[in-house]
Structure formats: structure tokens, C-alpha cells
């Protein structure tokens, strides 16, 4: 099936109806799913959208991102999800970067955005055209219901991601119905789930973590996944409780709150079977109160790259004879149908132990950047992915991150590339200098902080560059300080040593 919309078509044949998703007390079976995706399909045709258009998702969680993206997917069209947080400029960049036809939205989204953002806006819930969007409903209204999938080619593009490459600023990472399925088709089954299973998804569906854990393992499985439109730890455990959820994709910060909660306990809690958790280390302290309320739990963790379609590596985190963690840190093993070396800076493997490179390789790799070739081929070698990421292997093939080559910064699961950032502040007139690191955090695991230095007689307050942050940037990419330094720190060739700025203090 290398049209993904190709299994929530084969659900609404074979159990039509079985529930699919719950959403704000209201039950939706395959059949009905279909049914959506169907009109909205036929809707968005009649719009011009067909194989090979690429197509910007800009939407809410809830069951119009599920019905939107399978129609695009049946459609053929290329999907690019876009963050719901972006500011106008933020999204202007991933509708250049991935030269995008189209971007369906709803009107509140759609007010912050440019009318010149060069792409055709669709709206979901408009009633009529307007001066510079286009009705869905009334598109659907007037169209006929696509009756199937288009066939694809496992080599055809599915979606374009965004996320960063050597160069800092976010490219589109190009991934073909053959990668998605050689991933997307496993994870469930490397999950432990079923059918039997019912997901609780409280992530935003805008990126891998929710495509994938949510979303395909429903599609996957045809399983039942309970919906929520954003995270609330109360909600959250009342679901559980009341649907009997035996699955929680999470970060780590979503499961701290949980368990702050004052109804965590065995009978909220108690129906849990396994948690996956990413972007930061699990801390022996989170698992023992986890196992306190959910004994019968698995946690586990792993790590993955959107230029590898999705999970990579996958371990269980448990506890020790001694009360702390088995294999402390590791991000497990590598997954069936992909490998993982550990290889030096001449592209030579490193013994067991030895920290080098993290390079992965697997019908799951993407085909590359779009329309970035030099970024492609730094990336991609003699069939590698080149991670960016530091690590060493243990003598039984489990995985260790100690470093990371790329300066991402993961803040409660959300990535943030300091480019971004500093490109933002470098507009404030009087900013000479500016460097944006990682600072860790007991709540989010890490957020950015900003280090600038002035031209002489300009004087800008770090509570003015913050403003300026605050209006140019997703709010979550906000530094939490701005440091104020004479000058930055820089090596021989005068480039600024991030590595420098991590002894320094923090302002605040």
C-alpha cells in the first residue's frame, strides 16, 4: 500500500464499525473516517490539488488534521505540517523552503499570516471565497467524493518535514512513500501495539512524534486513539481512566506534570501497558514515581531524525538491583531494517567504546533536502545519513549519545535551532554579536539562552531584544535570558565558540 490513505480505506471496508478516534466526546468509526476523507478529498481536487502538489497542513489537533492530511495523502499531493506556533515569518520560510502550491488552514491560523505569503490559502471553515483564500466546504459541497486512492510509487514524495541542516535554517526534508512505509509500517509492531490497543495522544500532530505514534498507529493497527486538542495533565489522566488507555507517547515533561497531578494514582493510571517518551533522558526519579502508580507500565525510549522518517533505536528503561537505571543514558538498539555505526572523522568505524559519529543507514533514509544539494551531499554518503550526533556503542550494540554536532536545542520535545534565533536578534539595531545556546532545565530539559554583544553607543536592553523575540518567533523559541557580553568568545578564525559560552553565567 504505498498510498498511506490506502489503510484507513481498507479499515472502513473490512471493520466499518469499529471505533477509530474520540474527540471531545464524540466517536468517529473508520467508516465515518473514510467517508471524511472521501469528500474532503473530492473538495480539495476540485481546488487544483493532485499528485505531486505540494500541500502545507497548518492546523490544530483534532479529527479536521486526520481527515485533511489522509485526503492529501490520497490525493498523491506532497504534506508538509506546519507548526501551529510559527509566527508569519517563520511560516513565510517553510512555504519558500518547500515551494509549497498551497497551505489549508482555519481562519483564526490564517489571520496571522501575510496576504502576500506566496501560496494559495484554503480555508476549512469558511463559508465562501474570499478576497485571498478559498472554501473547502463550499469546495466539497460542489465536488464529488474521491472514490480511491491514487496509486503511487514507492520512490514518489509523500511529505516534505522541515527541520535543520548543516546550514542552521530549516530545509524540507524529502521523504517518499517508501520511506514512510518501511518505518511508519514497524513502529507499531516495535511499540507492542494492536488492535486491542487505545492510544491517548495529547502531542501536536505537526510533527514526527504525533504522525507517527498517533495518527499511523491507529492507521496501522486500526486501533482506537483518544484525541486531545493540547496537553492538560488533568485531561489527560481522566481519559486514561475513563477510556482505559493502554498507550501514552509523551516527552518526559508531559509525564512530570502527570504525575504532579494530585489524581495520578493505580486506578486512574492503572490501565497503562506502555509509554514511549523521547527528547530527553528518562531520570531514575521520573521512572520510580511512574512505577509507583502504573507497576504493570513499560517506558520506553529512543531516538529518531525526521531525515530518517521516524524512530531509529528503541530500549526499555528499567530499574537496577541497585535502584538506579539499567544502562543509564542509552538510547537502545538499533531497530530491524536499518543499521548503526559509530565512525570516526575520516568515516573509519570506532571500537566499542569509542565515541565518533552517529551514522544510520535503511530504506527509511530520506532522499534528501529539497532543493538543497549541498546540504543533501554533506548529509547523505556512500548510502550513510550522517546524524550530526556523537555517541559510542557498548559490547551488546546498545547506543550512547555523549554530544551533539548540530546545536540543536530540545525544549520539552519541541526542536529549536539557535540560527533561528540569532538570525531574529542580529535584526535589532545595535546587535554586533549574538550566539544562542542550550541551558538545562529540571521542567523542559533544555531551553535557549542568548548571548549578544553591542556596537558601541547602541544600547538595546535585554528586555527589548526579548519583546523583539516575542513578536518574531515561535514562543517557545524565546530565549528564557539574553546575556549581555562585551564581546563573544571566538577561535583563530574568528568564529564564536558556543563551547566557550557554556562556562559562562546566565543573566537572570
Not at 349 to 359: F, H, L, R, Y
Not at 403 to 425: C, F, H
Amino acid at each position: 500500500m504505498a498510498n498511506r490513505a490506502a489503510r484507513l480505506f481498507h479499515l472502513a471496508a473490512e471493520s466499518p464499525d469499529r471505533t477509530a478516534l474520540l474527540f471531545e466526546g464524540a466517536t468517529h468509526s473508520f467508516a465515518r473516517l473514510a467517508q471524511g476523507v472521501q469528500a474532503m478529498a473530492g473538495g480539495l481536487a476540485a481546488l487544483g490539488i493532485g499528485h505531486g502538489d505540494h500541500v502545507g497542513l497548518l492546523l490544530r489537533a483534532s479529527p479536521d488534521f486526520i481527515l485533511v492530511q489522509q485526503a492529501l495523502f490520497a490525493l498523491g499531493a506532497v504534506v508538509t505540517p506546519i507548526n501551529i506556533l510559527y509566527r508569519a515569518g517563520e511560516i513565510h520560510h517553510a512555504v519558500a523552503c518547500c515551494a509549497l502550491d498551497h497551505i489549508v488552514t482555519a481562519r483564526d491560523l490564517a489571520d496571522a499570516l501575510d496576504a502576500d505569503m506566496g501560496c494559495a490559502m484554503i480555508l476549512l471553515d469558511a463559508p465562501a471565497d474570499g478576497a485571498n483564500s478559498r472554501s473547502l466546504p463550499l469546495a466539497i459541497e460542489q465536488a464529488s467524493p474521491l472514490p480511491a486512492p491514487v496509486p503511487l510509487q514507492p520512490e514518489d514524495m509523500a511529505m516534505l518535514l522541515l527541520t535543520s541542516a548543516t546550514t542552521g535554517k530549516a530545509k524540507g526534508v524529502m521523504l517518499s512513500a517508501g520511506n514512510l512505509a518501511a518505518n511508519y509500517d514497524s513502529t507499531p509492531g516495535w511499540l507492542g501495539l494492536d488492535g486491542d490497543s487505545v492510544i491517548l495522544c495529547a502531542l501536536p500532530l505537526y510533527n514526527t512524534f504525533g504522525l507517527n505514534q498517533c495518527i499511523n498507529a491507529m492507521l496501522v493497527t486500526g486501533c482506537t486513539l483518544v484525541l486531545h486538542a493540547r496537553f492538560d495533565a488533568g485531561a489527560c489522566i481522566d481519559a486514561i481512566a475513563a477510556h482505559r488507555c493502554t498507550f501514552l507517547p509523551a516527552v518526559p515533561t508531559m509525564l512530570q506534570k502527570i504525575l504532579d497531578h494530585p489524581s495520578a494514582n493505580r486506578d486512574s493510571l492503572g490501565s497503562l501497558r506502555t509509554i514511549m517518551t523521547g527528547g530527553a533522558p528518562v531520570p531514575s526519579a521520573l521512572l520510580q514515581r511512574l512505577l509507583a502508580v502504573a507497576p504493570n507500565v513499560r517506558l520506553l525510549t529512543g531516538y529518531g531524525l525526521t531525515e530518517a522518517t521516524a524512530l531509529v533505536t528503541l530500549t526499555q528503561v528499567r530499574l537496577g538491583d541497585h535502584g538506579g537505571m539499567e544502562r543509564e543514558r542509552t538510547i537502545g538498539r538499533v531497530l530491524d531494517g536499518m543499521d548503526l555505526a559509530i565512525v570516526d572523522d575520516t568515516g573509519a568505524p570506532c571500537p566499542v567504546g569509542a565515541s565518533g559519529e552517529i551514522i544510520v543507514r535503511g530504506p527509511n533514509i530520506m532522499a534528501g533536502y529539497y532543493r538543497a544539494p549541498l546540504d543533501s551531499a554533506m548529509a547523505l554518503r556512500d548510502g550513510w545519513l550522517r546524524t550530526g550526533d556523537i555517541g559510542h556503542l557498548d559490547a551488546d550494540g546498545y547506543a550512547y549519545i555523549v554530544d551533539r554536532k548540530k546545536d540543536v536545542i530540545i525544549r520539552g520535545g519541541q526542536n529549536i535551532y539557535p540560527a533561528d534565533i540569532e538570525e531574529i536578534l542580529y535584526q535589532i539595531p545595535g546587535v554586533a554579536e549574538a550566539a544562542v545556546i542550550a541551558r538545562e532545565d529540571t521542567m523542559l530539559g533544555e531551553v535557549p539562552v542568548a548571548f549578544v554583544a553591542l556596537q558601541p553607543g547602541r544600547r538595546p536592553t535585554p528586555d527589548q531584544m526579548l519583546a523583539h523575540c516575542r513578536t518574531h518567533l515561535a514562543a517557545y523559541k524565546v530565549p528564557a535570558a539574553i546575556t549581555l557580553l562585551d564581546e563573544l568568545p571566538k577561535g583563530p578564525t574568528g568564529k564564536i565558540l558556543r563551547r566557550a559560552l557554556r562556562a559562562q553565567p546566565v543573566a537572570g
